[in-house]
């Protein structure tokens, strides 16, 4: 997906970009770019010549959102689940309490992957394209 977006920010590694409402907000049903700031980064490997103000085209990986709506949400809960119920077939532990300190053990090293995760992906950042000619 492409996106425009105004330089706000360069450094060496990645470029602070506000966002530009454009008509693909109407038709898109998860509105992830609503934020208060509407500030993303983005990365200019092709060395566009970029300076403040300018107004920038950003292509956005479409499938970012969702892994990372898996990765946060879905990896603790199934963690979670495994080792809670884990507990009592592996070790047959008999007490809840018990089962659920493991659950919540499964929870914890399943936020840890995420953040992990997450820092790993902060690499990935969305590519400049080119200027956008005003």
Same mark, same amino acid.
């Given at each position: 997906m492409k996106e425009k977006g105004i330089v706000t920010e360069i450094t060496d590694r990645r470029i602070?970009? *506000?966002? @530009?409402? #454009? $008509? +693909?907000? $109407?038709?898109?049903?998860?509105?992830l770019c609503t934020v208060k700031d509407k500030v993303f980064f983005a990365a200019n490997t092709g060395g566009v010549d970029l300076h403040l103000g300018d107004t @920038?085209? @950003? +292509?956005? #990986?479409?499938?970012? *959102?969702?892994?990372?709506?898996f990765m946060v949400l879905m990896v603790p809960l199934i963690l979670f689940i495994l080792f809670f119920a884990g507990s009592g077939l592996l070790f047959h532990v008999k007490s809840d309490g018990i089962k659920a300190l493991f659950g919540l053990a499964g929870l914890a090293i399943g936020f840890l992957v995420s953040l992990l995760s997450g820092k790993r992906k902060m690499t990935?950042?969305?590519?400049?394209?080119?200027? @956008? *000619?005003?």
């Amino acid at each position: 997906m492409k996106e425009k977006g105004i330089v706000t920010e360069i450094t060496d590694r990645r470029i602070k970009l *506000a966002f @530009v409402d #454009q $008509e +693909n907000c $109407e038709s898109c049903g998860s509105k992830l770019c609503t934020v208060k700031d509407k500030v993303f980064f983005a990365a200019n490997t092709g060395g566009v010549d970029l300076h403040l103000g300018d107004t @920038v085209e @950003v +292509n956005i #990986q479409t499938g970012g *959102a969702l892994s990372a709506s898996f990765m946060v949400l879905m990896v603790p809960l199934i963690l979670f689940i495994l080792f809670f119920a884990g507990s009592g077939l592996l070790f047959h532990v008999k007490s809840d309490g018990i089962k659920a300190l493991f659950g919540l053990a499964g929870l914890a090293i399943g936020f840890l992957v995420s953040l992990l995760s997450g820092k790993r992906k902060m690499t990935r950042l969305p590519e400049i394209i080119g200027k @956008v *000619a005003e």
